[in-house]
C-alpha cells in the first residue's frame, strides 16, 4: 500500500521499518512528504501511543516488560528456522526480546516490520528451540 494511502500511524510504522530515521526532524519531513501535516509535538505523542522509542541510533517498536505482548504464529522452516508473524510493527520488538532473553539453541534473529525470522544454531532441535522461543514470548494465538 502507498504510504499516501495509510493512516498515520501505520505511515510512521512503515517508515521506522524501512528507514533508519536519525531524529523527528527528518520523520517530520518524510511524514511530510507523504502529505501528513502535522507538528513535532503531535508527532511525539504518536510516538509514545504506538511504543515508539530511539534505541541504539533509530527508531523502533519496543515492548515495554509489563506489557502484554502482540498475538503470532510461529511455524518450523526446516532445517533450522523458525519464521514468527505478529501484527505490523512488532516484528523488531519481539525480535528484541527474544535477542535480550538469550534462548538457548537461538544463532540469531533477522525482523521486519511483522515477520521475524529465527536461526538455530548448529545442533539444536528446532522443536526444543522453538519450545524455549515460546516460554519467552508466550504462547503463540
Request: net charge positive.
Given at each position: 500500500?502507498?504510504?499516501?494511502?495509510?493512516?498515520?500511524?501505520?505511515?510512521?510504522?512503515?517508515?521506522?521499518?524501512?528507514?533508519?530515521?536519525?531524529?523527528?526532524?527528518?520523520?517530520?519531513?518524510?511524514?511530510?512528504?507523504?502529505?501528513?501535516?502535522?507538528?513535532?509535538?503531535?508527532?511525539?505523542?504518536?510516538?509514545?501511543?504506538?511504543?515508539?522509542?530511539?534505541?541504539?541510533?533509530?527508531?523502533?517498536?519496543?515492548?515495554?516488560?509489563?506489557?502484554?505482548?502482540?498475538?503470532?504464529?510461529?511455524?518450523?522452516?526446516?532445517?533450522?528456522?523458525?519464521?514468527?508473524?505478529?501484527?505490523?510493527?512488532?516484528?523488531?520488538?519481539?525480535?528484541?526480546?527474544?535477542?535480550?532473553?538469550?534462548?538457548?539453541?537461538?544463532?540469531?534473529?533477522?525482523?521486519?516490520?511483522?515477520?521475524?525470522?529465527?536461526?538455530?544454531?548448529?545442533?539444536?532441535?528446532?522443536?526444543?528451540?522453538?519450545?524455549?522461543?515460546?516460554?519467552?514470548?508466550?504462547?503463540p494465538q
Amino acid at each position: 500500500m502507498p504510504i499516501g494511502k495509510m493512516s498515520l500511524d501505520q505511515a510512521i510504522l512503515h517508515l521506522i521499518g524501512s528507514q533508519q530515521i536519525p531524529d523527528q526532524a527528518s520523520m517530520l519531513n518524510l511524514l511530510a512528504s507523504e502529505g501528513f501535516g502535522l507538528t513535532q509535538g503531535t508527532l511525539s505523542r504518536r510516538l509514545a501511543k504506538l511504543s515508539v522509542q530511539k534505541r541504539e541510533g533509530r527508531y523502533q517498536r519496543v515492548i515495554p516488560h509489563d506489557h502484554p505482548l502482540p498475538p503470532y504464529s510461529l511455524v518450523e522452516s526446516p532445517p533450522n528456522m523458525l519464521v514468527l508473524q505478529t501484527g505490523p510493527g512488532f516484528g523488531m520488538a519481539l525480535a528484541i526480546r527474544v535477542d535480550r532473553s538469550n534462548v538457548v539453541g537461538v544463532a540469531g534473529t533477522l525482523a521486519g516490520e511483522d515477520t521475524m525470522i529465527i536461526a538455530v544454531a548448529r545442533g539444536h532441535e528446532l522443536v526444543d528451540v522453538r519450545s524455549r522461543v515460546e516460554k519467552v514470548l508466550g504462547p503463540p494465538q
